[in-house]
């Protein structure tokens, strides 16, 4: 990744130049301290080699070897200020647990350390990284609480915590990164409640809380409030209520909600029929009922490629008595490749408009229902 010098740099660079025109004898200090700043930056990564344990591959064998940094494996530097920007040494099977010292980088703005074994706990430290955008420690095996430093991380575009045993709830302040557009927190042990500050991130795009143990209702304000929200994903939890998408809610921009393997009640809401864009509707497995969707609903979601709404309490139209007016509702869909309905225990025949369904169905889920076979 090119990085981009900073305001703060070129103003440096500038006065540099400026005394250097001049002859006078600032630019020695200026670069005995710029030295001095890539010493500590050395010293950062050297502590932070010193908290691995495990090193199969050999990757940091080369660190220390040589007196600039930049040439070190995994690491990048901004070429002006040649200090470090970026850290990425995912999955080299490392483990060890993460050194504090990682906050001394105080330079960095991509830190990527997934796929890998580290244990322990998120150091607080890394809350002082001041520039960081990016930051990835997913698929290792960090466990303990997430520290609520991190949402001093006010310039962080990404947040990926997924694949750990993370515990406890999720850190209330996530929510003052303004800027966060990815947060991935997935396949943990997080517990309670989504916390309200988390609807206060108008800019994120991305937003994955499956397989946890969160509880509770989903709050309205994720709907009403993120309206760049692109993927919605709380799957495997203990999540109730009902799905609150409100009329006045507007989703424009939403491809995926994954909401599967909860204990959702209540129907899908009508106001479900303004995200166009829905590519996946997975709402298998919760408490789901009322009547299957028909007029209105699908209409417009032209590039729906997924829906399962298996293992819920859902009814046919008419009395729970004809499936039709579901099944021509799809028929617009003409990207649907995968549709389940299975164990809603929804009679009647399976009407002939079945065969009007997208050409490219795959996968048509009916079982644990009792229709009649195909006429």
Not at 3 to 25: Q, Y
Not at 136 to 149: H, K, M, R, Y
Not at 334 to 354: C, F
């Amino acid at each position: 990744m090119a990085a981009t010098p900073t305001t703060k740099v070129l103003v440096s660079t500038f006065l540099s130049f400026f005394f250097f025109l001049f002859h006078g004898a600032s630019p020695a200090p200026v670069a005995s301290v710029r030295g001095l700043s890539e010493e500590g930056d050395s010293s950062a990564l050297l502590a932070f080699k010193s908290a691995v344990s495990d090193d199969p591959k050999g990757v940091l064998a080369g660190w220390g070897g040589s007196p600039d940094a930049c040439n070190w494996t995994g690491v990048a530097c901004d070429p002006v200020t040649r200090r470090v920007v970026q850290l990425v040494l995912r999955e080299q099977k490392l483990s060890g647990e993460l050194s504090s010292a990682l906050g001394n980088l105080s330079h960095l703005r991509v830190l990527n350390l997934s796929g890998n074994l580290f244990a322990g706990s998120v150091p607080p430290e890394l809350g002082s990284l001041s520039r960081l955008k990016f930051l990835d420690v997913s698929s290792n095996t960090l466990a303990g609480t997430v520290p609520p430093e991190l949402g001093n991380l006010s310039r962080l575009s990404s947040l990926d915590l997924s694949g750990n045993a993370f515990a406890g709830p999720v850190p209330r302040a996530l929510g003052k990164l303004s800027r966060l557009k990815q947060l991935s927190l997935a396949d943990n042990q997080f517990q309670g409640s989504i916390p309200l500050e988390l609807t206060r991130v108008r800019s994120l795009e991305y937003l994955n809380l499956g397989a946890n143990n969160l509880s509770g209702p989903i709050p309205a304000a994720i709907f009403c409030n993120l309206s760049a929200l692109q993927y919605i994903d709380m799957s495997s939890n203990n999540l109730d209520g009902e799905i609150p998408i409100r009329p006045d809610c507007l989703l424009p921009n939403l491809t995926f909600l994954v909401l599967w393997s909860n204990n959702l009640v209540g129907g899908i809401p009508p106001a479900l029929a303004n995200s166009t864009k829905l590519r996946w509707l997975l709402l298998e497995s919760n408490f789901l009922g009322g009547e299957l969707p028909s007029d209105g609903m699908f209409g417009g979601m032209r590039n729906l490629e997924l829906l399962y709404l298996s293992f819920n309490y859902f009814r046919s139209p008419r009395n729970n008595t004809d499936l039709q007016p579901f099944f021509a509702s799809l028929t617009n869909c003409t990207g649907l490749r995968e549709l389940g309905v299975a164990g809603n225990d929804l009679p009647g025949t399976i009407p002939p408009v079945v065969g009007r369904l997208s050409p490219g169905l795959r996968q048509l889920h009916l079982e644990f229902n009792s229709p009649q076979p195909l006429p």
